[in-house]
Every structure is written in C-alpha cells, then in structure tokens.
C-alpha cells in the first residue's frame, strides 16, 4: 500500500476507506452521537460510513450466521473467529434490546452533517423490497444527500426474518436478482407509466454483498458493483477473476463495476495496513472496516486507525 495526499492508493488509484458501524436510536447513539460521529469520521479523512440492516432481531436462530470469521490484520492470509460459538454453532451478534434506524433516513441526516462524507447500506436485504416503492425511496435519498449514498444489496441469510417479513426464503435469490433489473427499469422510465420519481436525480450505484458465486455473477452481469465480506486476499482475488469473466461475458469491464472489500478489523489496529495494503494491490476501489466501536472511545479509534493508514484528514 502506498499513500500521498490523497490518501491509500491502489492498482488502481485512490482506494475510498470507509467505516461500518450501526445506529439504534438509542439513548447513547441518538441523532447528536451519529452527527458528531460522522463529522469526526470526516475530518479523519475516511470516505464513508456504512450501515448494516436487519429488520428483526430474534432470541434464538435456526440460520446459520455465515461470517463468524474474518482474515486477521498482521496475517490476512489466516482466518480469525470473532463470533461467539456454542455447541459449534456461530451466534449472531446483537445486543439484547438491539435494534436498526431505518438506513435511508439515516443517510440523509449523516450527509446532512457533513460535506464529502458518503452514506452506504451494508446490505439492505434486497428480497424483502417492492422494487416500485424502493426506488423511489432509493432515488429520494440520491436527491436529498447530494448523489452521496450507495445501495450495496443482498439476500440476506435469516430464515426467521425472511419468514416474519412475509417473504418466501427459499426463492429469495432469484428475486434479488429480479429485483435489481427491476429497479434498473424504474430509474430508466417505464414506457406508458406515470412517475413519481424525482427527476433528474442520479441513481445510487447498486454493489452485490457476498461472494457465492451467484452473488459475482449478478455483481458482473446486473449490478454496479461488487461488495464481499470477510475474505482472505486469496479468496478475493479468486472471486474477481470470476468477475472478470463476468463482465467479459456481458460485454463490460472492471471500469465499469465499483468493487470494496469488506472486513471485521480482528487484531491490532497498527496492523490493519497490512491487509488494507493487499486489497489495494489486488485493484480494490474502496476497502470498508468493522471496528465495533464504542459512544466512548470512537473518536480515538478513529485516530487510531487513520494514523496507521496514514489517511489524510483535517481539523474541520
């Protein structure tokens, strides 16, 4: 990884850093925490913050978590379990009372409060959407932060949400899928229908979660990006040269998809360089970490984090 003023450059140039963390609601990250978190994430000189998505949170799952491992900093090539295990089952984690802010209003008010800083879904469960009412809203919150939020989608892996959203779990691929083209068509105008679009307004760029290889087939043929999780550089590359072939085959090329690495940040933070370096040679353009931070400690993190990647921020 290399770094000049504008911060950790790649293969292919800049690579955008952005943070994953949530925003409940609660008493400790209500509206004044996510401004000023926001501000400061900003003025640390990361790219974006993201958030994740769940409708519902249960006591007990039947599902089976499918990221309790994440590459660790010092050694990307090695795996590190970060979730708690019982009976050799990964659990999900969440806080007794957790819930989710709505990520769309969220964004508005993050961008709001800030002037670069852009606002992503870290993965809206595409499945559980009608595609009408969802681009209106996604093309609503494209107006209203200034083309600064970005729709990473996926299908999600709880049977128990999808079963309490009224939605069939079992086809929930297929209807990702049919869903994106679905949005595509609404945001390009549908011919003999009236609109209640905004008009004018640029679409969000639509980035596939996961790595199945349906997940890189859709991000290579129907989406504008790729976005994994929790992958070992190895398996990375093994999924853009899949993507490649992808985007051969429909006619495109990685100039035409935004691809991000996504990571829970396990070991030291001195160390994060290190994996955030191998994403960049492999040709990333943005790389998002998870550092489950604190209403207490955020701010120093962050600074943390930025000195090791020597980002660049300022003190606005």
């Not at 790649?10 to 008493?27: N, T």
């Not at 299908?155 to 679905?182: M, P, Q």
């Not at 679009?197 to 640029?202: F, H, M, N, S, V």
Request: with cysteine.
């Amino acid at each position: 990884m290399s770094t000049n003023s504008a911060g950790v450059m790649g293969s292919r140039g800049r690579v955008r850093i952005g943070l994953v963390d949530l925003f409940d609601g609660s008493e400790k990250r209500n509206l004044d925490f996510m401004t000023e978190f926001a501000r400061t994430a900003e003025a640390s000189g990361f790219d974006g913050i993201w958030m994740p998505e769940h409708v519902l949170f249960f006591d007990e799952y039947d599902s089976v978590y499918p990221y309790p491992e994440a590459p660790i900093a010092a050694n990307p090539d090695v795996k590190e379990q970060h979730n708690k295990v019982v009976d050799g089952k990964a659990e999900v984690e969440s806080a007794p009372e957790q819930g989710l802010l709505d990520m769309f209003q969220t964004a508005v008010a993050v961008c709001a409060a800030t002037t670069r800083l852009r606002f992503g879904s870290s993965v809206l469960l595409l499945p559980l959407r009608n595609p009408r009412l969802l681009a209106r809203e996604a093309l609503t919150v494209a107006e209203l932060t200034g083309d600064r939020f970005d729709l990473g989608v996926g299908v999600g892996w709880s049977a128990e949400e999808f079963e309490a959203c009224e939605s069939d779990f079992t086809v929930r691929g297929k209807r990702c899928e049919r869903l994106i083209n679905d949005l595509k068509t609404a945001w390009s105008g549908d011919r003999g229908k009236r609109s209640s679009l905004p008009a004018g307004t640029t679409p969000p760029r639509v980035l596939i979660g996961g790595h199945s290889r349906a997940a890189v087939r859709r991000a290579g043929t129907v989406a504008d990006g790729w976005y994994p999780w929790n992958l070992t550089p190895a398996e990375f590359e093994e999924g853009l040269e899949a993507l490649d072939r992808h985007l051969a085959t429909a006619g495109r090329s990685r100039d035409d998809v935004h691809v991000i690495a996504g990571f829970r940040a396990v070991g030291e933070i001195a160390d994060l360089s290190r994996i955030v370096a191998r994403y960049a040679e492999l040709g990333v353009d943005g790389v998002n970490i998870s550092l489950r931070m604190t209403e207490d400690n955020y701010a120093h993190v962050m600074s943390e984090v930025a000195d090791a990647l020597e980002l660049t921020g300022s003190d606005a």
